[in-house]
T-cell receptor, first 114, second 110 residues
Framework: EAEVAQSPRYKITEKSQAVAFWCDPISGHATLYWYRQILGQGPELLVQFQDESVVDDSQLPKDRFSAERLKGVDSTLKIQPAELGDSAMYLC????????????FGPGTRLTVL | GQNIDQPTEMTATEGAIVQINCTYQTSGFNGLFWYQQHAGEAPTFLSYNVLDGLEEKGRFSSFLSRSKGYSYLLLKELQMKDSASYLCAVIGDAGNMLTFGGGTRLMVKP
């Protein structure tokens, strides 16, 4: 069964450092999402791509976060500089096409900022 | 804005039935999802409702009333492995985003 791949699974960094997360969606899925999930809360959408284009990044803190999906396949989310409040699970999800399609989530990257 | 409410925690007994409620207030409505999330793992899809009524899938069923802004997830014949968080999520009209509730942590006891 096809799955969304993410790496690394865990990342520990010091504040003010740069971190990057990678996501490879299910093959053929046009839409890719990055979410942030703070412990005990539901996921919060950071950015949504349709192929290589950003559809929605209204919740992305653009002063420190950036995301790209250059060839419309895999994607990278970067934080620079990391802050203590960025400690969370970063989830990537993909769906075949339209926004009503089921989203399939990857295993996530657990970020701890010290 | 989007507002989705669900209870924070619930406890039930193995073999019993439990109903997890979700109420929502969104700008427009294009469907409601339920996801299951075990601790430290990614959410996995359980159900999708876009029309009023009950959708049954094995031990799990999901109900939707659009006029009341209300949904519930019904879990029958509870098993210990059902201990997890259950996330209600709605697609409104605001940029077609999927907005999640805070999740309901279900603990199944022997």
């Amino acid at each position: 069964e096809a799955e969304v791949a993410q790496s690394p699974r865990y990342k520990i960094t010091e504040k003010s450092q740069a971190v990057a997360f990678w996501c490879d969606p299910i093959s053929g899925h046009a839409t890719l999402y990055w979410y942030r999930q703070i412990l005990g809360q539901g996921p919060e959408l950071l950015v949504q791509f349709q192929d290589e284009s950003v559809v929605d990044d209204s919740q992305l803190p653009k002063d420190r976060f950036s995301a790209e999906r250059l060839k419309g396949v895999d994607s990278t989310l970067k934080i620079q500089p990391a802050e203590l409040g960025d400690s969370a699970m970063y989830l990537c999800a993909s769906s075949p096409g339209t926004f009503t399609d089921t989203q399939y989530f990857g295993p996530g990257t657990r970020l701890t900022v010290l | 804005g989007q507002n989705i409410d669900q209870p924070t925690e619930m406890t039930a007994t193995e073999g019993a039935i439990v109903q997890i409620n979700c109420t929502y207030q969104t700008s427009g409505f294009n469907g409601l999802f339920w996801y299951q999330q075990h601790a430290g793992e990614a959410p996995t899809f359980l159900s999708y409702n876009v029309l009023d009524g009950l959708e049954e899938k094995g031990r799990f069923s999901s109900f939707l009333s659009r006029s009341k802004g209300y949904s519930y997830l019904l879990l029958k014949e509870l098993q210990m492995k059902d201990s997890a968080s259950y996330l209600c999520a709605v697609i409104g009209d605001a940029g077609n985003m999927l907005t999640f509730g805070g999740g309901t942590r279900l603990m199944v006891k022997p």
